[in-house]
């Protein structure tokens, strides 16, 4: 093979080394792992250090070496090597043939012939023969080291292949794993498959847990009788006795079967694993090729990056080109990314409408995408990863458009808004884009078109990128500065981009809103989210649509959702809409009711029956200038982010759009998800909307009252229960978009029943009324003989819960049946026994009258005579209508909230208050005359939640509904007229006694006691006046200009003037040591000491103010400025002495002078009383001696320091000083565990040494001696004193470039070692003792050394190691001081660190610190840390290194060694050789854990 074998794919060129003067042609590697020569690379680089691949695009960034700095191709350089050795092996063999060529015989002849003739012939043979030796034994030595290297080339050769055919089998391992986890992923709808399964399981545990509870309370009064007049006896053996009905339960799941298969194509896949993983022989050169598939980094199940672009027409893609190579498939296949290119003859839809269709088989898609452009997490834009090598082909087919002379703009072109035309981004690339906003020269508003010449600026949307920008165009430049960014797209241009939709998809993640309402996307979550997507690719999950944005969650890994960690990170919550009973959210003034009996002309905004429909005046000029504002308001661009709505509340007001109208709307309910249901206030008609469209209403908005009049058709009924369907659409042909008169009949009731006549010649007109009733379409009332009965609203029990609980009066039924189908107040409003059926937090409770259970028992008995045997009848179930349900076997009273694809309806039972979920075959319609609801909800009075929320805690919510649902209790309504209705609730406890409830919560500290204040009668009037639909007519007409009337002014007494003096000052202890006890220290710093005396008379102190305190009276309102001391009632309920430091509020700032803690109390528990005023102060204020705080004062974790180290113990306290006010602080020495105080803050930095004082020997005082007797012992020469200690001597090595034996004594990184000397003369002393024999006699007599005392840094000591003995260290800091003291040492000999509690710390004595450190600390040179490593776990104090390359060297550093001293600043370094005279690291490179340095 020759040298010029391989060739460059752009130029053909060969790659050739470099040989003399001639420069090489090396094949260097892009990112994207396509190789070109040097020549063609340095044409492709541009200015901005940036190589662009010509197959793939791919960009590749170069250094400051440009293209020399890129990585070369190591195989295709071993090919070139090994076919230059062929080549001169070749040449030198002819050379040698012809050189060593064997003369004719002849010559050999005449030689032997004239050998004896010629007398120096035989001196020149020994010459020659010497020669010929040499040259044989040169030649024998090269032929073995040949050999030799030959075989271990060859083994390491075969080693290298082996080793990566097993990393490409391993590549291949995960490459099938992630197919598994792909496909495993796609077994959602197996889960869906049985959930009609699940239903049904949980519909017998249900009945199973009815059955045991009815057994039990059965067995309780089988064995006390009395308990009957407790329970419903009757339901309890109506439950025990329902017969199981076996086939009313759906057991055809146990043999469904999902359809779902997994096959594997072994044929294909045998193919494929031939194709994909080979070895090829090259010129007996080995190289491993791996396909694309399984060599290229992308995720999952990502498109690799293509070797060449196609080139033929955009078609419509399958899943991508990797469809052929992957051969297990699942029969039913997951939904992948929808064709990019469309027939030109179909419209061009948005492609979240393609995943409509997949959407129905799996309720979660799954893609892969990159972020383009982030507005924040509701508004973004992605690409779909098996989408690149479309844009990749559109790109190309764009650039083609732009770079003929066609796309130029001309004189007679012009621009318009909305048009598409392309702009040049980047270099060499053009994007299409839409035009937004259009400016002309010398005008400032924007245009709809304009010429290209007079273009000054423009805004532009990329289609495929998601995001705007706007550009401006010099003016001076003309046509040519205008095509230079922009170009127009011609007819056929137009087209054939048209075919290709937009890239960029817009999205918002799932149920995800800001964290701050009010204000909305901080910034901070947009960055956060840009930071956690980065440019990867992440795995998409597709939810569903919200109009034209997909409902998404974005994962980078399998585990962090982005969702989830916006809501951990506090940058946002999940979307849970704002039910809470007790708000009161803003409302719109109710409709002005019309006077009776006059006319007025209006016309009918929407109908729903005869006996439901809206009017709306025409005559209101008010009406139509708020309408305009509003449309006006609403419309500019801004609107949407500066009214956006995020978590809506129900009854709120808001505003949103009808038929591209702005409108009133109030919310009515939540259907789920992300939408709501609105009633559009002054038309009636409702709607579910998407919360995105409602926006918030400004005040001025609601200066209008609702103009929407909800009404009926008087004196006329349906024929049958409702008015049928030809009934209805005859009315709506009769009134809609007509001017009608409008007669009402009545205004105080809902709805307000009305006449309505058509407006022609004869007034006044034909009644609608009469054209129902010739029709045949209804009934006049005034025919039939029926009693006169209210409207059916106020009969029929209507949830939501939220509406007013009234009082109703039901229909007088026939003397011969006494039968009450709803619920009506007694006039006693006290002493109420009820029953508590359901609740959902202590502003939502349901409860039934027990009054009222012979009437209900009455009702579930004709239900079920009425239905127990009727056959399920064909009817189509709608959310709202009123039924007769069977629940487990019992006939109730319901009302359906909503049915789903599977039969199954939700069913809020009437006369209970919880909601079950029933088939639609448990269902049966409920007649008129039992329409109604035994029902009361209540809220409890005179409380709040706790915390500060407007809505209850869960905690809250469970714990009342663990003790209240189903107990029995007394009810006291306080207040009817609110909703729900406020009562106070009394259950029994253990002791027989009946307890408030509300107050029982707030014992718990789960709820707090209602403030009182003048708002709340103010909020009482406005829910009077606008809710309430009971109130004469007077109070329901309000106009927009008046205000509630303002309540009475409360008289609050003036507060009483208090005056009292402080406690006297502590009695201070004598200079010198004192045991004291620390009890509080303050936040300047300031240290609170006790004596022991203080403390046992504190304990009588306490006791003395308990008597005290109930002999004062009561508390007034005082004036607290004239107060300092006075008695505080603490959190143990004892009362203590205090001084008043501030007043806060309804809190007062007091300190307890006893014991020097600080508190802000409320001031009902402080009494402005001094007393005990013969017992001072029982607590020393104390401040350290000779330091100074950093800053003007201790910081806050000083203070938290000094509160670790001193709180609640008893230490040794030396006062040093007196202050001349008692009052003041007392300079103070503290010793802790032996410590000074002083030192231990400025060893950790917060204080400095005073440099007033002389010495640093008087910072610190000594622990004070031993209270001895006085003896007159001679101690004359038994004490000698202690001689200090200096640092160690350094260990003193070779400083010339030469050779000397060492040993490694510890390794912290391959890099970082210590170093021994092996030269005895260096390691002994001149006597001849070494350091060895030194410890030896010293540890035998250890016990008789000196614990260590004083910890300076860089202190000398013996520290114990593990295996018991002392050995020579020095100190390098504190690492904990509480719950002990414990330092960080380090063993000099040996260069290891070590963490100690003093106790195992000794003096060093003197004989051991003369001699040097046996280790010193170097530092290896030639390599440093591997740039590219996949090894994941590393060192954690050196994160650089691995593991691995850290044991490696470990058994590199074994065996003999020798070093070399390379430099000595700033950091001793030195090479180490092994025995081999060999570098160690060299192996350590060669394995790809370090490069060279």
């Given at each position: 093979m020759s040298e010029t074998a391989v060739t460059c794919n752009i130029c053909g060129e060969s790659y050739t080394l470099p040989e003399d003067e001639a420069v090489g042609n090396f094949p260097h590697v892009?990112?994207?792992?396509?190789?070109?020569?040097?020549?063609?690379?340095?044409?492709?680089?541009?200015?901005?250090?940036?190589?662009?691949?010509?197959?793939?695009?791919?960009?590749?960034?170069?250094?400051?070496?440009?293209?020399?700095?890129?990585?070369?191709?190591?195989?295709?350089?071993?090919?070139?090597?090994?076919?230059?050795?062929?080549?001169?092996?070749?040449?030198?063999?002819?050379?040698?043939?012809?050189?060593?060529?064997?003369?004719?015989?002849?010559?050999?002849?005449?030689?032997?012939?004239?050998?004896?003739?010629?007398?120096?012939?035989?001196?020149?043979?020994?010459?020659?023969?010497?020669?010929?030796?040499?040259?044989?034994?040169?030649?024998?030595?090269?032929?073995?080291?040949?050999?030799?290297?030959?075989?271990?080339?060859?083994?390491?050769?075969?080693?290298?292949?082996?080793?990566?055919?097993?990393?490409?089998?391993?590549?291949?391992?995960?490459?099938?794993?992630?197919?598994?986890?792909?496909?495993?992923?796609?077994?959602?709808?197996?889960?869906?498959?049985?959930?009609?399964?699940?239903?049904?399981?949980?519909?017998?545990?249900?009945?199973?847990?009815?059955?045991?509870?009815?057994?039990?309370?059965?067995?309780?009064?089988?064995?006390?009788?009395?308990?009957?007049?407790?329970?419903?006896?009757?339901?309890?053996?109506?439950?025990?006795?329902?017969?199981?009905?076996?086939?009313?339960?759906?057991?055809?799941?146990?043999?469904?079967?999902?359809?779902?298969?997994?096959?594997?194509?072994?044929?294909?896949?045998?193919?494929?694993?031939?194709?994909?993983?080979?070895?090829?022989?090259?010129?007996d050169s080995c190289a491993e090729e791996v396909s694309d598939s399984s060599s290229q980094s992308v995720p999952r199940n990502a498109d690799p990056i293509p070797k060449k672009q196609s080139t033929h027409s955009p078609r419509f893609m399958d899943g991508g080109g990797d469809a052929g190579t992957e051969k297990v498939e699942i029969a039913r296949s997951y939904p992948v990314a929808e064709p990019r290119c469309n027939e030109r003859n179909r419209p061009l839809k948005p492609r979240w409408q393609h995943l409509e269709k997949s959407s129905t088989q799996q309720p979660k898609l799954v893609h892969y995408a990159l972020a383009t452009h982030i507005v924040n997490p509701g508004h973004f834009y992605v690409r779909y990863l098996l989408e690149r090598k479309t844009g990749q082909k559109l790109t190309k087919k764009i650039n083609e458009f732009c770079s003929g002379e066609n796309s130029h703009f001309t004189c007679k072109d012009e621009i318009k808004k909305g048009s598409m035309i392309f702009v040049y981004w980047k270099e060499d690339v053009w994007c299409r884009v839409t035009v937004t906003e259009l400016f002309r020269k010398e005008r400032f508003q924007s245009v709809t078109k304009c010429p290209a010449l007079e273009v000054s600026r423009l805004c532009v949307y990329f289609q495929d990128y998601g995001f705007s920008k706007g550009l401006s165009i010099p003016s001076e430049g003309g046509l040519s500065s205008l095509n230079e960014c922009l170009r127009r797209p011609d007819a056929s241009a137009l087209l054939d981009i048209n075919g290709w939709a937009p890239l960029a998809i817009k999205c918002s993640l799932q149920d995800i809103i800001p964290s701050d309402l009010v204000n909305g996307w901080t910034s901070e979550a947009s960055d956060e989210m840009r930071r956690l997507l980065g440019s990867e690719a992440v795995e998409m999950q597709v939810f569903g649509k919200d109009g034209d944005t997909l409902l998404v969650d974005m994962r980078k890994t399998a585990t962090v959702s982005l969702r989830e960690h916006l809501v951990f990170m506090e940058l946002a919550r999940f979307y849970s809409p704002i039910v809470a009973p007790g708000s009161v959210p803003l409302l719109f003034y109710p409709p002005v009711p019309p006077k009776i009996n006059v006319e007025f002309n209006a016309m009918v905004a929407h109908v729903n029956s005869p006996s439901d429909f809206y009017v709306q005046q025409v005559e209101n000029m008010e009406y139509l200038l708020l309408h305009s504002k509003l449309q006006d308001c609403y419309s500019h661009p801004n609107a949407d982010q500066e009214f956006q709505i995020y978590c809506p509340s129900i009854s709120q007001a808001y505003v949103a759009r009808y038929d591209q109208e702005w409108c009133r709307v109030q919310v009515t309910g939540f259907p789920g998800g992300?939408?709501?249901?609105?009633?559009?206030?002054?038309?009636?008609?409702?709607?579910?909307?998407?919360?995105?469209?409602?926006?918030?209403?400004?005040?001025?908005?609601?200066?209008?009252?609702?103009?929407?009049?909800w009404c009926s058709l008087n004196d006329v009924v349906s024929l049958q229960k409702t008015w049928s369907d030809e009934a209805c659409d005859m009315f709506k042909e009769l009134v809609e978009n007509k001017l009608l008169t409008v007669v009402a009949k009545q205004s105080n009731t809902r709805p307000v029943p009305v006449c309505l006549y058509e407006i022609g010649d004869d007034f006044p007109g034909t009644s609608i009324e009469d054209i129902l009733v010739r029709n045949g379409l209804a009934v006049s009332s005034k025919q039939i003989q029926v009693e006169d009965t209210q409207p059916m609203e106020t009969t029929v029990w209507d949830p939501p819960f939220e509406e007013e609980v009234r009082s109703v009066v039901p229909t007088p039924p026939p003397a011969s049946e006494d039968l009450k189908p709803s619920l009506s107040l007694p006039t006693c409003l006290k002493d109420i026994r009820v029953r508590v059926t359901h609740v959902t937090s202590p502003g939502n409770i349901f409860v039934q009258l027990l009054q009222f259970d012979s009437q209900l028992k009455r009702i579930h008995d004709t239900l079920k005579s009425l239905f127990s045997k009727s056959e399920p009848q064909e009817m189509h179930w709608k959310a709202e209508m009123l039924c007769a349900a069977n629940n487990t076997g019992v006939w109730e009273r319901g009302k359906v909230c909503s049915v789903s694809t599977s039969g199954v309806a939700e069913v809020l039972r009437c006369d209970f208050g919880n909601k079950v979920n029933l088939h639609v075959n448990n269902l049966r319609p409920l007649c008129a005359d039992l329409i109604g609801s035994f029902l009361l909800e209540c809220n409890l009075s005179g409380i709040r939640p706790a915390g500060g929320r407007s809505t209850w805690t869960a905690t809250a919510c469970d714990f009342i509904s663990l003790y209240l649902t189903g107990a029995m209790a007394v009810m006291n309504i306080k207040e009817t007229t609110a909703r729900p209705v406020l009562v106070s609730l009394f259950c029994s406890n253990r002791a027989g006694q009946n307890v408030n409830f509300a107050d029982f919560l707030i014992s718990e500290g789960l709820a707090l006691k209602e403030r009182k204040a003048a708002s709340t009668s103010e909020t009482v009037f406005s829910e009077e006046c606008v809710l309430s639909e009971e109130v004469s007519e007077a109070q329901r007409i309000v106009s927009p200009s008046q205000t509630p009337p303002t309540p009475t002014p409360r008289f609050n007494p003036q507060p009483e003037r208090v005056q009292t003096r402080s406690y006297p000052p502590p009695e201070l202890p004598p200079c010198g040591n004192t045991l004291m006890s620390i009890s509080a220290i303050s936040e300047q710093g300031v240290i609170y000491a006790m004596t022991h005396q203080a403390v046992c008379e504190f304990d009588r102190l306490r006791e003395r103010l308990q008597q005290h305190i109930k002999t004062l009276p009561r508390q007034k309102n005082y004036n607290w400025k004239g107060v300092l001391g006075c008695a505080v009632m603490g959190t143990d309920m004892f009362w203590y002495r205090g001084q008043v430091q501030e007043v806060i509020g309804g809190h007062v700032k007091v300190r307890y002078v006893d014991q020097g803690l600080v508190e802000s109390i409320p001031v009902c528990h402080v009494y402005?009383?001094?007393?005990?005023?013969?017992?001072?102060?029982?607590?020393?204020?104390?401040?350290?001696?000779?330091?100074?705080?950093?800053?003007?004062?201790?910081?806050?974790?000083?203070?938290?320091?000094?509160?670790?180290?001193?709180?609640?113990?008893?230490?040794?306290?030396?006062?040093?000083?007196?202050?001349?006010?008692?009052?003041?602080?007392?300079?103070?020495e503290i010793m802790v565990d032996g410590m000074a105080l002083s030192k231990i803050m400025v060893h950790h930095q917060y204080a400095t040494f005073d440099t007033a004082i002389s010495s640093q020997e008087d910072y610190v005082v000594q622990p004070p001696a031993l209270d001895l007797d006085d003896w007159d012992l001679n101690t004359e020469g038994l004490e000698e004193p202690q001689p200090v200690l200096g640092v160690y001597k350094e260990l003193q090595i070779p400083k010339e470039r030469k050779h000397f034996p060492a040993k490694v004594k510890h390794i912290r990184t391959p890099n970082e070692v210590f170093l021994c000397v092996m030269e005895k003369s260096l390691r002994k002393l001149e006597q001849g003792e070494c350091l060895e024999e030194a410890l030896e006699c010293v540890n035998e007599s250890v016990e008789n050394l000196s614990l260590l005392t004083d910890f300076p840094i860089e202190c000398p000591c013996l520290a114990e190691y593990s295996d018991g003995k002392y050995y020579r260290a020095k100190l390098l800091g504190f690492s904990e001081v509480t719950p002990s003291v414990k330092l960080l040492v380090r063993h000099v000999d040996f260069g290891s660190d070590d963490i100690l509690p003093v106790n195992k710390l000794r003096q060093l004595p003197a004989s051991l610190h003369h001699y040097p450190c046996a280790a010193v600390y170097v530092k290896l040179a030639g390599f440093k840390p591997a740039n590219v490593s996949l090894e994941m776990e590393r060192i954690p104090y050196r994160p650089e290194w691995t593991m691995k390359a850290m044991l490696e060297m470990i058994d590199l550093l074994n065996g003999e060694l020798t070093a070399v001293v390379t430099a000595t600043e700033p950091q001793l370094t030195v090479l180490l050789y092994n025995a081999k005279g060999t570098l160690v690291h060299k192996r350590l490179v060669e394995k790809g854990l370090a490069d060279y340095d």
């Open positions: 892009l990112l994207c792992s396509h190789i070109f020569c040097s020549t063609c690379l340095r044409a492709l680089e541009s200015p901005q250090k940036v190589i662009t691949c010509p197959e793939c695009q791919m960009e590749t960034l170069i250094g400051e070496e440009g293209v020399d700095g890129l990585e070369v191709d190591s195989r295709i350089i071993g090919l070139i090597y090994t076919a230059r050795i062929n080549t001169n092996r070749h040449s030198g063999d002819r050379w040698k043939s012809q050189r060593f060529r064997s003369p004719p015989s002849y010559a050999a002849v005449h030689t032997q012939e004239n050998a004896e003739g010629r007398p120096d012939v035989v001196k020149v043979l020994d010459e020659a023969l010497i020669k010929a030796m040499e040259n044989l034994n040169q030649l024998d030595t090269l032929h073995q080291t040949l050999a030799d290297g030959i075989h271990g080339q060859l083994r390491k050769e075969r080693t290298r292949i082996v080793r990566e055919i097993d990393d490409a089998i391993i590549k291949a391992k995960s490459i099938l794993m992630k197919r598994r986890s792909l496909l495993v992923s796609k077994l959602n709808a197996v889960d869906h498959l049985f959930s009609d399964g699940w239903k049904e399981c949980k519909r017998i545990e249900e009945r199973v847990k009815d059955l045991r509870t009815a057994i039990q309370k059965a067995r309780h009064v089988r064995k006390v009788p009395s308990l009957e007049t407790y329970c419903n006896l009757d339901k309890i053996l109506e439950t025990l006795q329902i017969p199981v009905d076996v086939e009313s339960y759906d057991m055809s799941c146990l043999s469904l079967r999902s359809g779902l298969s997994c096959s594997l194509q072994i044929d294909h896949f045998t193919d494929s694993m031939r194709n994909c993983l080979k070895i090829t022989d090259v010129d992300r939408m709501v249901e609105v009633r559009y206030v002054d038309f009636g008609y409702r709607k579910t909307l998407s919360v995105k469209d409602l926006r918030q209403i400004k005040d001025e908005f609601f200066a209008l009252p609702e103009m929407a009049l402005p009383k001094v007393l005990c005023e013969d017992v001072p102060q029982l607590c020393v204020p104390c401040q350290i001696n000779g330091v100074i705080p950093i800053g003007k004062g201790w910081q806050w974790d000083a203070v938290v320091l000094m509160k670790e180290l001193l709180l609640g113990r008893s230490v040794n306290v030396y006062i040093m000083e007196h202050p001349e006010n008692p009052c003041d602080s007392v300079t103070v």
